[in-house]
């Protein structure tokens, strides 16, 4: 199987679904360990696991991207041996223990996830534009890098 990029053991990949990015950790072999259910049952957050799954059953169909904004604290073989320690564990959350939650702790030991920042970001930013908008003290430049910040989130 041809992929582009080139994917190397360590790597932090997602995959663009639309609405969200959905991250895990390839291990090599055409395998990446990733929390999410397993194939098969119902896609509900208390069916979530973090476990091996094949790369094309992870694609399904989409194109891989290596998350290169993580700086790695640890080497690859590390970030995997990281990545292997988790399979079984359960918990997930998608504000606090989501799928790249768990990809960006492997590879820099920080439990963090970008989209969730960003998020909250652009809804506390529209808030606080809404009510300036209410009080009459709107700017609209205020607006449009709020609107431009919601689109770049959903690219």
């Known amino acids: 199987m041809l992929i582009k ?6 790597d932090v990949l997602y995959i ?11 291990i090599g072999g055409e395998k990446v360990i990733h929390f999410a259910p397993l194939e098969g049952a119902e896609i509900n957050a208390k069916n979530a696991v973090i476990h091996e799954i ?10 891989p991207e290596v998350d290169k904004k993580l700086k790695a604290k640890f080497d ?13 564990s359960k918990g997930y959350n998608l504000v606090f223990g989501n799928c790249e939650h768990f990809a960006q702790w492997c590879k820099t030991g ?9 998020a909250v ?3 506390t930013e ?12 709107a ?12 689109q770049k989130f959903f690219k």
Not at 79 to 87: C, D, G, K, L, N
Not at 126 to 137: L, S, T
């Open 76 to 88: 690859r073989k590390k970030i995997v041996e990281r990545a292997r320690s988790q399979i079984g």
């Open 110 to 118: 920080s439990h963090e996830s970008n989209q969730v920042n960003d």
């Open 16 to 26: 663009n679904r639309g609405l969200y990015k959905h991250y895990g950790v390839y």
């Open 139 to 150: 700017d609209v430049n205020d607006g449009k890098r709020i609107l431009s910040k919601l």
């Open 54 to 63: 094949d790369l094309k059953s992870f694609l399904r169909g989409g194109t």
């Open 5 to 10: 990029p080139k994917l190397k053991a360590g």
């Open 126 to 137: 529209g808030v606080i534009h809404a009510i300036n908008v209410f009080q009459g003290k």
């Open 121 to 123: 970001e652009i809804v």
